[in-house]
């Protein structure tokens, strides 16, 4: 077929399924697609973004996912941004009924990212956002060199799952990147952004505006007075912070006492776009299968030929195969969804009169969890023992050298897949101490919820703690059992039981 007239029934198709989604009551933002070749589209999933900075890390995962499409085990059919617009890149060389299906799937990824309660906070401007920080890394680059600058990114970047994105602090998060460079008054003195006080003092008077307004004294009901002193001995005299603190990177940003405002700058970077990405990691079963249970139907409204027909349950049929070594998002939060409105299309007589359920109301109930739930609340309440006999779901661990099924009781496996989705499957590390000994060094503590932490990856990421912080880092876990401290002093990582 001429390109161009491959080009006008993609667009075509574009036109009808839209009008489809918008008449299941689809709500999204306006849509941008454009067909990239595979080494542009696998670039693009490998960063994540179009617009972001580089990094050796993307262009491992490029090769990686590059490989894997070049030798047939696996396939990025589009790319999806969460933006507004929303921006999708198809994968040239999918036929029209593969495209067609991804439009459709596209559609029910937008809807979910606009009207997802966990998506709510992230910036719709990201893809301006991250060009922008690229940018100023590379001016970092250029005044301080590549060198210096990408062992910098190293070190936060092997720290960077460590935030906290329920921390909705007034002028923090949701507000881009921090100037580091940018002063504001503080009590009568000036303090910059990063935390320190030009009067030798280290306390961060974060959500402070620097703008009078009538409220300026509401601000301080949950913090401390200063008294004129904004010192260490004053602001040390409490735990410090004063409880633990998950937001490792918000507080080092702001505590650690040797960072330059470059440096200062590019954590608040990093932690930005994870905070961007974050929501996505905890929906991704919901997210998927949303954009699943949405091609389905949506294709089903479409004249297809019997040809296309059998293409399209060819390609949907790929992407929803089970495996029986991991969980296949797609099928999972598919199976989840359709199993939620038949249940509230047919309630039973005990639902009707215990719930108040009256039937027919399937479809409004998966809007109203596709708009207020997140993975670990999809499964928790609407994994039913019928779903995990019917998918074959069971627990299983490695005992040995072999691989053996450790359970098959529904209610434990519901709440096995729950604890694996806890932090989005990350270690759980909080700062107990940024004074530890008082001696200006780091204590955080693993919050162990029955699984340890991997020993050679521990000793490896400490002396990227180290880097940041610039003194002496300490981590508490649990290793079989028993509790062990973990230290790194800028030359060697020890270990003692306490």
Known sequence: MHPQEETRLLEKAIEEITAIAKGFNLDFYDMYFEICPADVIYSFGAYGMPT????????????KMKTQYDYNLSRIYEMVINSDPCYAFLLEGNSLVQNKMVIAHVLGHCDFFKNNYYFKRTSRKMVESM??????????????????????????????????PQKHIIGDAGNGPINATREHSCQGHTCSEGGKCCQGGCHNHAGHSGQSTPYDDLWDLDKHECSGKCGKEENHSKNFPEKPEKDLLLFMMHHARDLENWQRDIISVIRE????????????????????????????????????????????????QASKYRINSYYLGLKIFEDIEKR??????????????????????????????NDISFIRNYLTKELVEELDLYLFKKVGYDWKVTDKDWEKVRDGLVASLYNCGLPYIVVESGDFGKR???????MHEGTDLDIYYL??????VYAVWGRTTHLETIVDGRRVLFSYNGEKVSKKFI
């Not at 972001?52 to 090769?63: E, L, P, V």
């Not at 299968?289 to 040809?307: K, Q, S």
């Open 273 to 320: 776009e994870m905070l961007y990405f974050w929501p996505q990691m905890q929906t991704k079963i919901m997210n998927e299968g949303w954009a699943t249970y949405w091609h389905m139907r949506i294709m089903r409204e479409m004249d297809l030929t019997e040809d296309e027909a059998l293409e399209f349950a060819k390609t949907h049929s790929g992407v929803i």
């Open 131 to 164: 060009a922008a920080a690229a940018e100023r890394i590379r001016g970092y680059e250029f005044k301080y060199g590549r060198d210096k600058v990408e062992k910098f990114l190293d070190s936060v970047i092997s720290l960077q799952e460590n935030i906290d």
């Open 344 to 373: 509230w299309d047919n309630p039973t007589e005990e639902e009707k009169q215990k719930f108040g359920r009256r039937s027919g109301e399937g479809k409004r109930k998966i809007f109203d969890v596709r708009e207020t739930e």
């Open 52 to 63: 972001r900075f580089s990094h050796w890390t993307f262009g491992k995962a490029y090769h």
């Open 440 to 446: 200006d060094e780091l204590y955080l503590k693993h």
């Open 459 to 464: 000793e490896r990421t400490l002396p990227h």
